[in-house]
């Protein structure tokens, strides 16, 4: 076969009589064909995907919105232009809080939760290198912010964030203030409940007056100046009926009961101390202190501080006991910065750490290894058995009524072990049940919601009516 006859044959040639218009090139993309064509379809999608919704989509403000104060929506700019969004992002999704058991996934995030001139453009980002910041409102107190703005190691030393010292002071707060009001109503009721919390540990230890700029008592104290139940003269180290100083037993109650002369289960030696060593490195030195004195680097922008496990008796004349120890990990500090590892160590985990918290008076952070000798025993005093003799368990939980006001759901939050009948001087001086103490959150709540709905009506937003946003029909408090 030769190579002509191998060839495919070419086109045969178009007859004369098809009029040069319509001959087939004609139908080639040209230049013009793709600029024109495709600035159609680019138009089509801009307008069906951005230009439609934004003009028509305005969905209802949710059950859980609040407009922002006008120190959150200065300290939302920061938060822009600080590039948080590469690393934050602001919505939850129904499988975070489906697989989530904490407080940062508490429902999905709805459209109308991101209602209002305020949130836009908003913040919801795509990557999650950190935590999830919806929900992000009263998990810490103020002063843990302040730390870990100035330095995440600090209170996280494991942390890759990176350091933000280069702000303000007022910057730094103003980024606090929007931090703290992420997460709709239910970040603003945990707000209030942190914010009160972490005044009472004040109060208890000294460290706060009666009269302090916004103390979250206020309300309380100047009702009360009258009657007698106020003793302002008193002090922590007042003693209680029992025997044990007033500050003893606010600190009680600020454990579940149920934990109050729980013993460590796990068996006391060097692995498990080894351990707890190890855990205490990487996460609690950067606050309770290399050397366990609670002089961390992250200790000096908080309120109330670390504690000193440096102490042969850990606290006052009440003591700590392993079980208390456990739950405060557990489930963090009420309204402190003393977090919930809950989520982060396994049960061993925490308990082996508490194990070795009880070699540190011993020198268990100066030598390499932890030694069982080193070990210190808790064995608690008298006046702290007779007050939980006083006052137990079986009474705490067959009085303590189901409640679904979220009020008294943060009220037994902050004080755990107290029963609806107990009355304690916090501090020696102020009267506090758990009655008292849901009426202190409500009232904290309502300013923080007051001041930013009457921020957000100067500067002319569209808000439905006060008592609309005020209302907390359904809501349920998540603690941190
Ligand atoms: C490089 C990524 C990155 C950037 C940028 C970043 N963060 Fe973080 N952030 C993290 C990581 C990782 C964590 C978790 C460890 C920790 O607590 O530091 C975190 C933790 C946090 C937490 C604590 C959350 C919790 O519940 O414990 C807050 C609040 C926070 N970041 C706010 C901010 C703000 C505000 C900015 C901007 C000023 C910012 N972050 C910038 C990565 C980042
Ligand atoms: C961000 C700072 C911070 C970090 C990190 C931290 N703590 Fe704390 N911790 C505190 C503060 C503040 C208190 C005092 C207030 C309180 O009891 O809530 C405290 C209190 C405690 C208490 C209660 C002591 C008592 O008798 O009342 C224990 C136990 C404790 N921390 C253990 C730990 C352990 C173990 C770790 C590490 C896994 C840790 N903490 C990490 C700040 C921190």
Redesign the pocket.
Known sequence: MSDQENRIPEHPPLPDDIPQSSRRRRMLMTPQMVVIGGLLAFFTVVFSVVIMPTATYKPAISDNWLPLSDAAVNGRA??LS???V???SGFSRPQDVFAGSSA?YARASQPGDYRGVSQSPNTLGSVR???D?SN?GG??PDGW?RS??WN?RS??PM????R?NFLSQDDLDL?ISF?QSQGGKLAALRYAATRTGNYLMRLNTGKATLDEPDAPVADLVAQERASGVLRPQGKPMDKAPSGMSWMGVWHMNSFSRSYWLTDNPLELNEGNLMRGKATYLQRCSGCHGAKGDGKGPGAERLRVKPFDFTKPTLADDSGTSSGMMYHRLLTAGPGTAMENFGTRLSVNEIWSVVMFLRTIPNGGLEETLPTVDMYERWNPPESQLRYMQENPIEEMYSDLPQTDDPFEQAARWIAPGMAQSDMVYVGGKLAITLERLAGVIRSEYGRIVKTAYDDAKKRGEDLPPLAQIMDTKGMIFYGP
Not at 159 to 162: K, N
Request: some cysteine; hydrophobic content about 30%.
């Open positions: 920061i938060y600080n590039g948080c590469y690393c934050h940062l290198t950190g935590p910041m992000q998990m810490h912010h870990h703005y995440p209170t996280t942390s890759i964030m990176q933000f980024l931090t």
